[in-house]
């Protein structure tokens, strides 16, 4: 029998154009990247949602792990999404930011995915900052030393 090697693999899902932005992004930030599927939902009416994810779900081994990234949770891409998809090795992540996916596309194969996905939601939280409130501080800050 053919060993097959663990592969993560990686969907981005949203509406619109949006994956594809996102998908873009990380070329120029860290380069292509394989098992990177987008879904692109309602851009043209003859492709369901459903058929793109069906298609996807037919290339993922049971050994394999899978991360699904989705615009919003409770949006309909993730509703769909969840009813194909709760496997044991599929891990889904809604609201999701750049920062959040090129952490997760790039961590080592060998560690857990849940931790890998728990560390790199703490660390994207921390990419979202109001600028204006932390420039303000910072001139406090220095106006005090």
């Given at each position: 029998m053919e060993k097959h090697d663990k592969i993560r693999r990686f969907i981005i899902a949203t509406h619109g154009n949006f994956a594809g932005?996102?998908?873009?992004?990380?070329?120029?930030?860290?380069?292509?990247?394989?098992?990177?599927?987008?879904?692109?939902?309602?851009?043209?009416?003859?492709?369901?949602?459903?058929?793109?994810?069906?298609?996807?779900?037919?290339?993922?081994?049971?050994?394999?792990?899978?991360?699904?990234?989705?615009?919003?949770?409770?949006?309909s891409v993730t509703n769909q999404i969840i009813q194909h998809a709760l496997k044991s090795n599929v891990h889904i992540v809604a609201g999701f930011n750049l920062p959040l996916v090129i952490d997760v596309l790039l961590a080592d194969i060998n560690t857990p995915l849940d931790e890998v996905i728990n560390a790199s939601l703490d660390n994207a939280k921390e990419q979202m900052v109001y600028v204006n409130k932390l420039l303000t501080l910072q001139k406090e800050e220095n106006q005090n030393d």
């Open positions: 932005g996102i998908k873009s992004s990380l070329d120029i930030i860290i380069g292509s990247m394989e098992h990177v599927f987008l879904i692109q939902a309602y851009l043209d009416e003859n492709i369901s949602v459903e058929a793109e994810i069906k298609k996807i779900l037919e290339q993922v081994n049971d050994q394999d792990e899978l991360v699904v990234f989705t615009d919003i949770l409770g949006g």
